[in-house]
């Protein structure tokens, strides 16, 4: 089991000087990188108590994968058993083929070969990478970056846009901004991406910083208030729209991008809000709002927006939590509420 108790302090610090050490064979790695993974050194001078709570900080972190699920964390995870050699197609569906390989890259490592993919496993499969690396590994970074809202293209070279999305990516997530992906980065990209809707939409229900509405301003309608498109996206169902809406009486599934912003304007920034809308209420007639990506705010910090809330650094936030369609006061239709939204899935 990669996440066992036992031994498991050693072998997270071997596996991160591992990781520190590991040539790396289809990634060009230019300049700092390996000062750039300076955990390795950190946990292993380290008195014996630090180094497990490191471990057990990193056991909270590191997603688990086994056969059965799918989506971009799978995907990531085929791309770097591809950068070790193991060869497969990426399909983002953990099935038969990829539970082998994963037990043959573990075989390889001296790991338990259970399959399964936890810290040990994901500290033996990641590395560095960063401006000038090219191939799956960077495949992988930018799969888990275009899955966080960072639109990027999966093309396994990392140039100056990958850099660019890293950057925001980490401002977003409150990580030092350095534009390399090492092993603090990749462990956030992950488990970001593991953070199902479900359990976004049941954080946001229960932050004491989001106050959600429970009314419309243009009708009335229960069911497809902002509090309850996120009580039912709590409960494992899509939100409902409203009936005078461009889009009546449909359900749609929240983004996890735009649940991971809307959380991250609170926790990474510190603002408390006042959601006025998600898919309910109307809208343009094409609006994100319809397919789950958009959100409203209407009270920043106990300001209405208009009205001496600080919009403007609202606004950037969002931006810089991946939004990027953003509008607010001096815009048509937005003096009194902000509008972010995520690209369209
Ligand atoms: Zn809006």
Redesign the pocket.
């Known amino acids: 089991m990669p996440d066992r108790r036992t031994a498991r302090s050693f072998r997270w610090t071997t596996a991160l000087a591992a990781v520190a050490a590991l040539a790396a064979p289809a990634v060009v790695v230019a300049g700092p990188a390996q000062a750039a993974a300076p955990a390795a050194a950190a946990p292993a001078a380290a008195a014996p108590a630090a180094v497990e709570a490191a471990a057990q900080q990193a056991a909270n972190v590191w997603p688990v994968l086994r056969a059965g699920q799918k989506g971009a964390n799978v995907s990531a995870l085929q791309h770097l058993l591809n950068f070790r050699g193991q060869t497969l197609t990426v399909d983002g569906d953990f099935g038969p083929t990829t539970t082998a390989k994963v037990k043959a890259f573990q075989q390889s490592q001296a790991l338990t070969d259970d399959g399964v993919v936890g810290a040990d496993t994901w500290s033996a499969l990641v590395t560095t990478v960063q401006s000038g690396s090219s191939g799956s590994a960077v495949r992988a970074a930018q799969t888990l970056l275009a899955a966080r809202g960072q639109a990027v293209s999966v093309d396994g070279i990392f140039g100056a846009d990958t850099a660019a999305k890293v950057r925001a990516f980490q401002q977003g997530a409150g990580q030092a901004v350095t534009g390399v992906v090492d092993t603090t980065t990749w462990l956030a990209l992950l488990q970001e991406t593991a953070l199902d809707r479900v359990t976004l939409a049941r954080q946001i229900r229960d932050s004491a910083a989001i106050t959600l509405a429970t009314a419309h301003v243009g009708g009335v309608h229960a069911a497809s208030t902002a509090r309850q498109n996120i009580v039912d996206t709590a409960n494992g169902l899509g939100a409902a729209t409203s009936p005078w809406s461009d889009v009546p009486n449909q359900r749609v599934f929240l983004s996890t991008a735009m649940l991971n912003g809307l959380l991250r304007l609170t926790t990474t920034y510190g603002y408390t809000v006042s959601v006025s809308?998600l898919v309910g209420g109307d809208?343009s007639a094409n609006?994100r709002?319809y397919v789950g990506v958009?959100l409203?705010i209407n009270v920043i910090n106990g300001s209405h927006v208009g009205s001496g809330a600080p919009h403007a650094a609202a606004m950037a936030a969002c931006r810089a939590l991946g939004a990027t369609e953003v509008?607010g006061p001096g815009d048509a239709g937005h003096s009194t509420?902000i509008?972010c939204?995520w690209p369209r899935p």
């Open positions: 809308e809208h609006s709002h958009a409203d509008l509420h509008h939204a």
